[in-house]
């Protein structure tokens, strides 16, 4: 009796683990499949918006969005498939509701973020922006964090929460941007040559206005410093020439003093030794 018992349990045994084994196999291939059927879904959803020209901006979050609902729902199913009803997998999520929202709360705060960011459109992929520290251009918006890329080509992810409630600057709004520089010479060199050697450097550089209305170069004695001089020259240049305007009229106004045989002063120190005899 004992024995027929014992081989009963086990034949029970064997065909409850056979049926758990299929059903665990069977969510297994669902999470795979599904895994790569998300992924082919936002390929086509990602041609689907280049097509009817969406915003490269948008574009990025919108996939990422996709893909994400897609995979819960593959998770789900993978559960029920194993016998777990999506009630009772509802019931335990709400019950945990608030250790979740807790412990995902920058998660949800950086999904809000990126939502505000989309709204908003502070910025736009391609964009050069100045936030949390670092400059670059804007290389991807994503659904959680942001892509930067730097002029020395390194790649930053900043979380959109704080894109959305810190500052942030977007140097490529505007067309035009303002080049500041000061220049000094000595105390004994003529101001107005001093003047008119910088009048002729800005006049030479094409990519500066010269004769636009309430664009013309600003020449002006900004300071008597320490040792020196200073003119406060500022001007206007279309935004993607503004580093190009910056070197170059350095660069030219430092050669242009030499040849006007104008100097320009640097800190020096005097240091005078007495010997004092026993």
């Known amino acids: ?13 064997i065909a409850l683990g056979a049926d758990w084994g299929v059903k665990i196999l069977l969510a297994l291939i669902t999470l795979v499949v599904g895994w790569k059927v998300a992924g082919w ?3 086509l959803v990602g041609k689907n ?5 969406v915003d490269s901006t948008v574009k990025p979050f919108i996939c990422t969005l996709v893909s994400t609902l ?12 194993i016998g777990i ?15 979740i929202g807790m412990a995902l709360s920058g998660t949800l705060q950086n999904f809000a973020g990126g939502v505000m960011l989309l709204i908003f459109r502070p910025f736009k992929v391609g964009d050069v922006i100045e936030a949390q ?13 942001t892509i930067l890329l730097t002029p020395d080509n390194k790649m930053i992810h900043i979380p959109n929460g704080k894109l959305s409630n810190d500052s942030m600057v977007n140097y490529s709004t505007m067309s035009d941007r303002r080049v500041d520089f000061v220049f000094g010479i000595g105390y004994g060199d003529s101001i107005d040559k001093a003047r008119s050697v910088i009048e002729s450097v800005l006049a030479e550089q094409g990519a500066i206005y010269n004769d636009q209305e309430g664009r013309e170069p600003f020449i002006k004695v900004g300071a008597l410093a320490d040792s020196s001089v200073n003119f406060t020259v500022r001007v206007w240049a279309k935004s993607e020439d503004y580093w190009d305007v910056h ?22 120190q005097d240091v005078y030794m007495h010997q004092v005899s026993a």
């Open 133 to 145: 520290g670092f400059i670059g251009s804007v290389k991807e918006i994503q659904i959680f964090q």
């Open 1 to 13: 009796m004992n024995t027929l018992l014992a081989q009963m349990d086990m034949a029970s045994l």
């Open 41 to 43: 879904i936002s390929i």
């Open 49 to 53: 918006l280049d097509k009817r020209g």
């Open 247 to 268: 070197f170059t009229t350095i660069e030219n106004v430092k050669k242009a003093f030499d040849a006007a045989g104008i100097s320009i002063p640097f800190p020096q």
């Open 70 to 81: 897609i995979k819960v729902g593959v998770v789900v199913t993978a559960i029920e498939t």
């Open 85 to 99: 009803q999506a009630t009772s997998f509802a019931a335990i999520f709400a019950a945990m509701g608030l250790a």
